[in-house]
Every structure is written in structure tokens, then in C-alpha cells.
């Protein structure tokens, strides 16, 4: 077999944009020709996969993971081009493997992680998998985010939504099991899910929030006509209102709109006989913020025609 060097496959890399274990075992297979390496790449369909790589994928599932007892946490986010790829089972086997592995490696920056080792994947990077995928799939696929939640004293319960559309963590800093609180998490991050909220709770708004929303709304009361000298005395009413509305714990809980959510959480802690404070959540929506392409298949179709 020929002696395959690091330089050898760092120039195939560079000339393909191939991942290194699939650089070394294409010129392992060819015994180090170059040319014929590049063929071998584009047979196995691993430079076809290269090429998907600029297609937006803005579709994919959120998926969460638990340490034991709930202890730990992560929240990742997978894209693929089409729905369709969302629901292949293959898929949904990759996104849930990788969910768990940023159970273990999601303090990593993403770069890190993507040099990371796959478990069970005869030792090839999460990024040579991911190419693997990509070819296999026949679909761009993009590991976007990912996020691990940890915390003494504080046990992690979620909900996902829409099949993985949405996917939500909450922490509750508490003495009782994963068990204990289990459903009452599951109704509080579902909560999340439905109303969105940016905060936990007051304590945790962001000072530069609260900053623009008086600004915001001494605007609108100027417009209105209100009096400038009016205007410091309603605003502080109007932000008390807005963060009602924003911060999860003081929101009208889905299931009970005449109690707040920090009220049945009060009442799941008495129940239960354990004090239970909801401190922390995380919220993944697929495909938000991406730009999505507008497709217009009857101008495809009529410039199609007239080629």
C-alpha cells in the first residue's frame, strides 16, 4: 500500500473540499493518485455533496436531550432543504445521535465540535459524517446551533412540538426528582413553545430591553398627544404591562388562564411537598431567522420553456 503523508491529503482536501478521513481513505483506495482520488470522491458521491453545500436549508428538526435525572441538558438544531428529509428516518437517527453527543461536548464551540469524533462511526469526525449524510440523503444538511444547559441544583425537563419543529428546555431549580416534576415541566415548557417568552422572569430582562421599550413608548404617547410632563408617569405602567407579557413566569398560564404560570408552578411545588422555581429555558424553532427562498415554479417553468 502506498505511504499515504498528511501532505498528500491536505492537497486533496484543499482541491476538493472533502473531509480529511475522506481524503485519506480515497487515496488509501487508489494507493495515493491523486487524479484517481477525485474520481473515487465523485463515485461515492462525497464531492456531489460538496456541491449542495451553498443550497439554503432552512427546514429539519430540533431535538432534546437529557442527562440522568435530569441533571443536564442540550438542545440542538439540524436544517435540511425540505420537510420531506425532516421526517426520513436516517435523518431523524443522525439529529438524535447528535443531540446526545452535545449532551457531552456542547460547551465546545462549534468548529471544536465539528473536529469531535462521531461514537460508533469508525472514527471519523462529525463533520465527515455530516458530508456522509449529505451524500447519502441527497440534501444540503446543516448542524446550526446547539446549546447545553447545567446547572447545581437544577433539573431539566422539555417538550418538542410539531414533530420537532419547536423544541423547548426548562430548567426548575429544585429538591425533587425528574420524576417529581415531570409533568409540571412539561406543561411550563410547552408554555414556552405556544407564547414565546424572551425572559424568565424580571429579575433576568435585559437592562437594554427595558431601555428601548420606554423609548419606544414615550414615542407612542407623544403621538398620541399625551403631555410630555404626563409622559414619565405612564411609562413606568406601560412596561410593567409589557413585561407581563414577555416574562414566562407572569404570563397567564395556557392551561389555566386565570392563574400565572409561577402560580402553578407554586401549586405543583405544594403538591408535591418540594420547593420548585422556574430558573432557566431554551427555545429552538426550526428555520428561524433564515432567509427562506421564494420559489416561483410557474416563472421556472416558462423560462424553462423558452430556453
Known amino acids: 500500500m502506498a505511504n499515504i503523508t498528511a501532505a498528500l491529503v491536505k492537497e486533496l482536501r484543499e482541491l476538493t473540499g472533502s473531509g480529511m478521513m475522506d481524503c485519506k481513505k480515497a487515496l488509501q483506495e487508489v494507493e495515493g493518485d491523486i487524479d484517481k482520488a477525485v474520481d473515487y470522491l465523485r463515485e461515492k458521491g462525497i464531492l456531489k455533496a460538496q456541491k449542495k453545500a451553498g443550497r439554503i436549508a432552512a427546514e429539519g428538526l430540533v431535538r432534546p436531550a437529557f442527562g440522568e ?11 435540511s432543504e425540505t420537510d420531506f428529509v425532516a421526517k426520513n428516518e436516517e435523518f431523524i437517527e443522525f439529529v438524535e445521535r447528535t443531540a446526545q453527543m452535545a449532551l457531552l461536548k456542547g460547551h465546545l464551540a462549534m468548529d ?5 469524533y462521531f461514537p460508533d462511526f469508525d472514527g471519523q469526525q462529525v463533520k465527515d459524517v455530516l458530508t456522509a449524510k449529505i451524500a447519502k440523503i441527497g440534501e444540503n444538511l446543516n448542524i446550526r446551533r446547539y446549546q447545553k444547559l447545567e446547572e447545581p441544583g437544577v433539573v431539566y425537563t422539555g417538550y418538542t412540538h410539531g414533530g420537532g419543529r419547536i423544541g423547548v428546555i ?3 431549580k429544585t429538591e425533587a426528582t425528574a420524576e417529581e416534576i415531570e409533568q409540571c415541566g412539561k406543561d411550563v415548557a410547552m408554555q414556552v413553545a405556544s ?10 430582562v435585559d437592562p437594554e430591553y427595558i431601555e428601548s421599550e420606554k423609548k419606544i413608548a414615550a ?12 409622559i414619565d408617569k405612564i411609562v413606568p405602567g406601560k412596561i410593567k404591562k409589557i413585561l407581563k407579557e414577555v416574562c414566562l413566569v407572569e404570563q397567564p398560564f395556557v392551561k389555566n388562564s386565570d392563574i400565572t404560570v409561577k402560580q402553578y408552578v407554586d401549586e405543583c411545588a405544594k403538591a408535591i411537598g418540594k420547593p420548585m422555581q422556574v430558573v432557566s429555558m431554551l427555545r429552538y424553532e426550526v428555520g428561524e431567522g433564515i432567509e427562506k427562498k421564494q420559489e416561483d415554479f410557474a416563472a421556472e417553468v416558462a423560462a424553462q420553456m423558452n430556453k
Open 112 to 116: 471544536e465540535f465539528m473536529d469531535e
Open 195 to 204: 407564547m414565546n417568552p424572551k425572559f424568565v422572569d424580571e429579575s433576568s
Open 170 to 172: 426548562v430548567g426548575i
Open 69 to 79: 435525572g435530569g441533571k443536564s441538558a442540550a438542545l440542538i438544531e439540524i436544517n
Open 219 to 230: 414615542e407612542q404617547l407623544l403621538n398620541e398627544g399625551k403631555p410630555a410632563e404626563m
